[in-house]
């Protein structure tokens, strides 16, 4: 990798004419290397391409500007590719990177959008997302297919040289469609395994410019065992410099931080390229103890669709959405099979021991090697009991939570006794008695192993709390429980790591109840199957389904398939709060408009939501493009194949639970 962008641009051969994308420096780009086989560009299980062989597919030969960067943390995914930016408008040419064939093509109102895929010689394939409209040959015959089959939502895959394209040939327009957030288009490069590559790791781009390294925010520790301590203490600690260095800038932690026991390292930082203000994520984590190499991840590589989920196992996915801050870890996690790190043995966990010193040198650094070295020292330190008061307590409390498997009891106690009250475990009539393994202003922490077996309650003096959690769910096994109120079974890739699982049914007087499951902030790799057990079976269960509370209190459709037992199975991708709800309702549609002599509805369902969608004019289907991000359906002028605008017709539509709804209209 060359170590800035300078010695990039001096580097490279390449230089693409405006408005002759195919060419390099005047002459035909030499294909030569770009036909080699994949078997004979991997190094180390990686393609090796050479530096060059893909276009930049936006505005070749110009600046460009990346909205996204590859493996950028997003809410439930590693970001796959680049976001590439077009200016905040639509209808930008999209050039093929490299020569090759179309070997799949999509329409769909969510996710990617339009997306294209060209697979080229050397077995590795570009994607093409977010697009506004296809070109070529290509484009006529999704349409016909999608005419064929009356819906706009179509997958196509095509053989070898059906399609064939050149490097530099217009392939589509940009678009906003899909999830995208706004106009951009979203560039993959994957292998025949659908592994995602960083396409920055061949040599970059000359349009794209990047010479500043990437900026820490804070870094933390924290302890993995029952034994281990940071600060002397059993928690999660933060460090974060009171002014945020700059971009490169050496941060040397100036306190030694007292440690013992199993501990990680977790990092928050972000990376910038020239003349962007996104923050982009961080390319490559190194870090080194006494000047040896400990622990590194690169993330060039992301298997997709399933590799991707692992980034709420890769950052610390409670602290992310209770606290605000995406901290990385920097040791390897249960359940985190990716194949990014180089570790030793201990997979990036650190065994600090009481009397030694380590010294830690962590490295930032994006897909360009801009570098941002940081610095701190641990010193270990036998931990004991210790007991601190504040005079702000005034009255006794309890609360627990459940951490890895470690239930962390804290008792507020206002005592002023230098010995500590014990917490009482109970389970039936069996007593477990559990002395604090610290006491900070005036809260007794205890610390109990849950392997050993799960309390029904906790006392701590007069306080009695009922433990929540009911079973231990293993992870790596198929496993089912069962309650009166629900089933669940899990897969052995449904868990990164075991489950201490809460389940719960609330009746009410009209309607099916509420089954909690789990809590949001518990994330699964692989979906679960879910029963849920209504008390009375609906009378019409082909409108009714499972739906999920969402986080701003609305209503998720799930789904599910009745039972003669009148139970309803699904399979669910997180935990939730769920209802049994009947959706009676069929969509409802509007004519906004007519721009360009086209047609713009605007759609909605109060529920279910919306299923299929068609247009008939004159008794013949018209084609529709739903957009969810603002419900409308819309005509577009480029379709030749569908009848004219003009004379009777209708609307159809219909939604997840079956609702039909046919709304005539006069042309």
């Not at 030569?32 to 991997?42: I, V």
């Not at 940009?174 to 706004?182: L, Y």
């Not at 993995?224 to 800038?249: C, E, H, M, Y």
């Not at 052995?492 to 499951?517: I, R």
């Given at each position: 990798?060359?170590?800035?962008?300078?010695?990039?641009?001096?580097?490279?051969?390449?230089?693409?004419?405006?408005?002759?994308?195919?060419?390099?420096?005047?002459?035909?780009?030499?294909?030569?290397?770009?036909?080699?086989?994949?078997?004979?560009?991997?190094?180390?299980?990686?393609?090796?391409?050479?530096?060059?062989?893909?276009?930049?597919?936006?505005?070749?030969?110009k600046?460009?500007?990346?909205?996204?960067?590859?493996?950028?943390?997003?809410?439930?995914?590693?970001?796959?590719?680049?976001?590439?930016?077009?200016?905040?408008?639509?209808?930008?040419?999209?050039?093929?990177?490299?020569?090759?064939?179309?070997?799949?093509?999509?329409?769909?109102?969510?996710?990617?959008?339009?997306?294209?895929?060209?697979?080229?010689p050397?077995?590795?394939?570009?994607?093409?997302?977010?697009?506004?409209?296809?070109?070529?040959?290509?484009?006529?015959?999704?349409?016909q297919?999608?005419?064929?089959?009356?819906?706009?939502?179509?997958?196509?895959?095509?053989?070898?040289?059906?399609?064939?394209?050149?490097?530099?040939?217009?392939?589509?327009?940009?678009?906003?469609?899909?999830?995208?957030?706004?106009?951009?288009?979203?560039?993959?490069?994957?292998?025949?395994?659908?592994?995602?590559?960083?396409?920055?790791?061949?040599?970059?781009?000359p349009?794209?410019?990047?010479?500043?390294?990437?900026?820490?925010?804070?870094?933390?520790?924290?302890?993995?065992?029952?034994?281990?301590?940071?600060?002397?203490?059993?928690?999660?600690?933060?460090?974060?410099?009171?002014?945020?260095?700059?971009?490169?800038?050496?941060?040397?932690?100036?306190?030694?931080?007292?440690?013992?026991?199993?501990?990680?390292?977790?990092?928050?930082?972000?990376?910038?390229?020239d003349?962007a203000?996104?923050?982009?994520?961080?390319?490559?984590?190194?870090?080194?103890?006494?000047?040896?190499?400990?622990?590194?991840?690169?993330?060039?590589?992301?298997?997709?669709?399933?590799?991707?989920?692992?980034?709420?196992?890769?950052?610390?996915?409670?602290?992310?959405?209770?606290?605000?801050?995406?901290?990385?870890?920097?040791?390897?996690?249960?359940?985190?099979d990716?194949?990014?790190?180089?570790?030793?043995?201990?997979?990036?966990?650190?065994?600090?021991?009481?009397?030694?010193?380590?010294?830690?040198?962590?490295?930032?650094?994006?897909?360009?090697?801009?570098?941002?070295p940081?610095?701190?020292?641990?010193?270990?330190?036998?931990?004991?009991?210790?007991?601190?008061?504040s005079?702000?307590v005034?009255?006794?409390?309890?609360?627990?939570?459940?951490?890895?498997?470690?239930?962390?009891?804290?008792?507020?106690?206002?005592?002023?006794?230098?010995?500590?009250?014990?917490?009482?475990?109970?389970?039936?009539?069996?007593?477990?008695?559990?002395?604090?393994?610290?006491?900070?202003n005036?809260?007794?922490?205890?610390?109990?192993?849950?392997?050993?077996?799960?309390?029904?309650?906790?006392?701590?003096?007069?306080?009695?709390?009922?433990?929540?959690?009911?079973?231990?769910?293993?992870?790596?096994?198929?496993?089912?429980?069962?309650?009166?109120?629900?089933?669940?079974?899990?897969?052995?890739?449904?868990?990164?790591?075991?489950?201490?699982?809460?389940?719960?049914?609330?009746?009410?007087?009209?309607?099916?109840?509420?089954?909690?499951?789990?809590?949001?902030?518990?994330?699964?790799?692989?979906?679960?199957?879910?029963?849920?057990?209504?008390?009375?079976?609906?009378?019409?269960?082909?409108?009714?389904?499972?739906y999920?509370?969402?986080?701003?209190?609305g209503?998720?459709?799930?789904?599910?398939?009745?039972?003669?037992?009148?139970?309803?199975?699904?399979?669910?991708?997180?935990?939730?709060?769920?209802?049994?709800?009947?959706?009676?309702?069929?969509?409802?549609?509007?004519?906004?408009?007519?721009?360009?002599?086209?047609?713009?509805?605007?759609?909605?369902?109060?529920?279910?939501?919306?299923?299929?969608?068609?247009?008939?004019?004159?008794?013949?289907?018209?084609?529709?493009?739903?957009?969810?991000?603002?419900?409308?359906?819309?005509?577009?002028?480029?379709?030749?194949?569908?009848?004219?605008?003009?004379?009777?017709a209708?609307?159809?539509?219909?939604?997840?639970?079956?609702?039909?709804?046919?709304?005539?209209?006069?042309?």
């Amino acid at each position: 990798m060359l170590k800035n962008k300078a010695k990039l641009i001096l580097g490279l051969a390449l230089v693409v004419l405006a408005g002759q994308p195919g060419k390099v420096g005047g002459q035909e780009a030499d294909t030569s290397e770009r036909s080699r086989s994949m078997s004979e560009m991997l190094n180390g299980g990686r393609p090796m391409v050479p530096s060059g062989y893909f276009l930049f597919p936006i505005a070749p030969g110009k600046p460009g500007f990346l909205a996204g960067s590859m493996g950028e943390i997003r809410p439930n995914h590693f970001h796959g590719g680049l976001d590439i930016k077009t200016g905040g408008g639509v209808n930008q040419p999209v050039y093929a990177s490299a020569d090759g064939y179309i070997s799949r093509l999509k329409q769909s109102s969510f996710g990617y959008g339009n997306v294209l895929y060209i697979t080229h010689p050397n077995g590795l394939t570009t994607v093409y997302g977010h697009l506004n409209d296809f070109r070529g040959p290509v484009a006529a015959e999704l349409r016909q297919r999608q005419y064929d089959k009356q819906s706009y939502e179509l997958e196509a895959f095509f053989e070898k040289d059906r399609f064939p394209v050149k490097r530099g040939e217009v392939v589509a327009l940009s678009g906003n469609t899909g999830g995208s957030a706004g106009p951009h288009l979203h560039w993959e490069v994957r292998d025949a395994q659908d592994r995602q590559y960083n396409p920055l790791q061949w040599g970059g781009f000359p349009e794209i410019q990047d010479h500043a390294a990437p900026t820490l925010q804070a870094f933390a520790l924290e302890p993995l065992g029952i034994d281990s301590r940071v600060r002397n203490v059993f928690a999660k600690v933060v460090f974060a410099p009171k002014v945020q260095p700059g971009p490169g800038v050496a941060t040397v932690w100036p306190d030694t931080i007292s440690a013992f026991g199993s501990v990680g390292l977790l990092v928050q930082g972000f990376d910038r390229f020239d003349n962007a203000w996104n923050k982009n994520g961080i390319q490559r984590v190194t870090v080194k103890v006494n000047g040896q190499p400990f622990y590194q991840h690169v993330i060039d590589a992301v298997p997709f669709p399933t590799g991707t989920r692992q980034v709420g196992n890769f950052v610390d996915y409670l602290y992310q959405h209770t606290q605000g801050r995406t901290l990385q870890k920097l040791w390897v996690d249960e359940g985190n099979d990716l194949q990014m790190y180089t570790t030793g043995p201990s997979k990036g966990r650190l065994n600090v021991e009481a009397g030694k010193v380590y010294t830690i040198d962590v490295v930032l650094a994006d897909s360009y090697n801009n570098q941002t070295p940081v610095r701190l020292v641990l010193r270990g330190e036998q931990p004991g009991y210790f007991n601190t008061r504040s005079a702000a307590v005034k009255k006794p409390a309890l609360r627990f939570e459940v951490t890895r498997n470690l239930l962390k009891a804290v008792a507020t106690n206002p005592s002023t006794d230098t010995v500590a009250g014990n917490l009482v475990l109970m389970r039936g009539n069996r007593v477990l008695e559990v002395r604090p393994s610290y006491t900070q202003n005036s809260e007794n922490v205890y610390l109990y192993d849950l392997r050993a077996g799960l309390p029904d309650s906790l006392r701590f003096g007069s306080i009695t709390k009922k433990f929540d959690r009911q079973v231990l769910v293993p992870a790596g096994k198929e496993t089912t429980y069962a309650t009166p109120y629900l089933n669940l079974a899990f897969g052995p890739q449904t868990l990164f790591d075991n489950l201490y699982l809460a389940t719960s049914y609330k009746p009410e007087p009209k309607g099916s109840g509420f089954w909690t499951v789990g809590s949001p902030l518990q994330i699964l790799y692989k979906t679960a199957v879910l029963t849920l057990k209504p008390a009375t079976p609906p009378a019409d269960p082909q409108r009714t389904a499972i739906y999920a509370a969402t986080l701003k209190g609305g209503k998720a459709y799930v789904g599910g398939k009745w039972d003669d037992k009148g139970q309803i199975t699904a399979a669910i991708r997180q935990f939730a709060s769920y209802r049994i709800l009947t959706d009676t309702v069929a969509p409802k549609a509007s004519l906004v408009g007519r721009p360009g002599g086209q047609l713009l509805f605007r759609v909605g369902d109060d529920l279910s939501g919306l299923a299929s969608y068609r247009l008939f004019v004159g008794g013949k289907f018209r084609m529709l493009r739903f957009e969810h991000k603002n419900s409308t359906l819309f005509t577009v002028a480029t379709d030749t194949l569908g009848p004219r605008l003009r004379g009777p017709a209708e609307l159809r539509l219909t939604d997840q639970a079956g609702n039909e709804r046919v709304i005539p209209l006069s042309l």
